[in-house]
C-alpha cells in the first residue's frame, strides 16, 4: 500500500489552484481514491486553507484527512495519525507532492524515512514547487540530501530518479 502526502499547498506559500504543481497532485490524489489509499495533507499552522481543488478531493474521502503542522517537518503529525488509524505494515512507500521542495517538503520525507527506514519516501517532482522560481536550485538540494538517505528518492513524471 501507499500513501500520498501533500505539504503545504496554501495559497500563503504562492499556490493557487491553476498551477502545475496543484493540477499534477489532483490526478495524483484522483489516483490514490480510486485504489483506496490514504492521502495526508498536511497545512502550515497560521497560514490559509489549502487549495480549493486539492480540499474538495479530500473532504468526502474517507481515507483523507488534513492535519495542521507547526513545523517545515511533519513527520511527527503523520507518525501520530498513522499509528492511531492505519495499519502501519501495509505501507510500504510514502509519496511527496507540495511547496516546498527543498524545505517543508524535504524536511517531512526525511523525518518520516527515519522513524520508518523500511518504508519508501518518493519525492514526485511534477507534484512540487518552489517559492520564487528556486525549483532548480530545490532540485539540486534535494538531490544532494538524498544521497545521505537509503529511502528518499526523488522521481520525474515517470517514475525515473530525477538527474541535473
Not at 468526502?60 to 503529525?77: A, F, H, R, T
Not at 511547496?99 to 518518493?122: E, F, H, Q, S
Amino acid at each position: 500500500m501507499k500513501i500520498l502526502i501533500v505539504v503545504d499547498c496554501q495559497p500563503g506559500f504562492g499556490i493557487t489552484d491553476d498551477m502545475d504543481l496543484v493540477k499534477n497532485t489532483v490526478k495524483k490524489i484522483q489516483e490514490f481514491k480510486e485504489r483506496n489509499d490514504p492521502v495526508i495533507v498536511l497545512e502550515f499552522r497560521g497560514h490559509k486553507r489549502t487549495v480549493n481543488s486539492i480540499l474538495e478531493l479530500i473532504e468526502d474521502y474517507p481515507d483523507g484527512v488534513i492535519l495542521e503542522k507547526s513545523y517545515n517537518d511533519g513527520s511527527d503529525e503523520i507518525k501520530d495519525h498513522l499509528y492511531h488509524h492505519t495499519h502501519i505494515p501495509d505501507i510500504d512507500e510514502a509519496q511527496f507532492c507540495g511547496v516546498n521542495l527543498d524545505c517543508c517538503v524535504l524536511d517531512t520525507a526525511i523525518g518520516l524515512g527515519k522513524k520508518y527506514p523500511r518504508m519508501d519516501m518518493t519525492i514526485l517532482h511534477e507534484c512540487c514547487g518552489a517559492t520564487g522560481n528556486r525549483l532548480n536550485w530545490a532540485t539540486e538540494t534535494v538531490l544532494r540530501v538524498q544521497k545521505q538517505h537509503d529511502n528518499v528518492c526523488l522521481v520525474g513524471r515517470f517514475g525515473e530518479p530525477v538527474q541535473y
